[in-house]
């Protein structure tokens, strides 16, 4: 298994966690009457589990057992590959910090987070696409 | 990897793009507001990643690697699976631009429809597939 595949992976079973935990929080805030921003939580729990797992786990399945792009290559480009790991892992972060911030402090001019969260989700999107196209092919 | 997985994979990456393309633009939105527009891009942003992207892409891998049969169709019948990949990708544009282009009621349930009928002729397609070495 790739370093970079493992680097996905055990990403993927902290995120796992993560989604389950926010849950988990999000069922006790009635149960023990916590404070009602943790509500944004709601988005946060589906994309934790979503993006941060099962996403996060294809993306690095996909890049240790797709059909080679060359002999010399194989897994096309690894510095894309690696900054597709850290843009979707840092606008994870930002979105899991930023959604209960906002809702906490509305106006209060954090809504930047939310949009850098946006703009590195979806580099690291189209930055697996790009590298994963090309693996994609009949023998 | 067979050609119906090159495809479905093929497909179900164009839906990631799209699928976090409109995903992109509801975070910004929601953080800082462009249009209340926006909002009705989360449809096609559900759909497009929870089966235009995830679902098609297990089914485009589960075709290709699920055990083969001894004698050819090694892969079984193709053409069921085929028509499921049809039908998923008919069902999810459906499903998630029917309501922009129609009022009319139902049309995401033939969207939802659709898909589901391409989630029961892949089962019936994986089923016999799946199977002990050499059965």
């Known amino acids: ?139 | 990897m067979p050609k119906l997985s090159v495809w479905s994979i093929r497909a179900s990456l164009i839906y990631l793009a799209l699928g976090f393309t409109f995903g992109a633009l509801l975070l910004f939105n929601k953080g800082e507001p462009i249009s209340p527009v926006v909002w009705s891009l989360l449809p096609a942003h559900i759909d497009f990643l929870l089966f235009g992207w995830t679902l098609q892409l297990v089914i485009g891998v589960a075709f290709w690697i699920l055990p083969r049969y001894r004698r050819p169709p090694k892969r079984g019948d193709v053409r069921v699976a085929w028509t499921s990949v049809v039908l998923l990708n008919v069902g999810v544009l459906v499903a998630a631009f029917g309501p922009w282009l129609t009022s009319a009621p139902g049309v995401s349930l033939v969207g939802k429809g659709l898909e589901a009928g391409a989630a029961l002729l892949f089962v019936l397609h994986a089923w016999p597939r799946v199977k002990p070495p050499g059965a």
């Open chain 1, 1 to 139: 298994m790739p370093t970079l595949t493992r680097w996905f992976v055990k990403a993927s079973l902290v995120y796992f966690i993560a989604a389950l935990l926010s849950g988990v929080i999000l069922a006790l805030r009635p149960v023990l009457d916590l404070p009602g921003f943790l509500n944004a939580l709601g988005p946060v729990y589906f994309h934790l589990f979503m993006v941060g797992w099962v996403s996060q786990l294809i993306f690095g399945v996909v890049y240790w057992m797709f059909p080679k792009y060359t002999s010399e290559n194989p897994r096309r480009s690894e510095s894309l590959a690696w900054a597709t790991w850290g843009l979707i892992n840092l606008g994870l972060i930002l979105r899991t910090l930023g959604e209960p911030l906002v809702a906490a402090k509305p106006g209060a001019g954090y809504g930047w987070v939310l949009a850098t969260s946006a703009i590195l989700q979806w580099l690291a999107g189209l930055a697996f696409v790009a590298n994963t196209w090309g693996r994609v092919k009949e023998r």
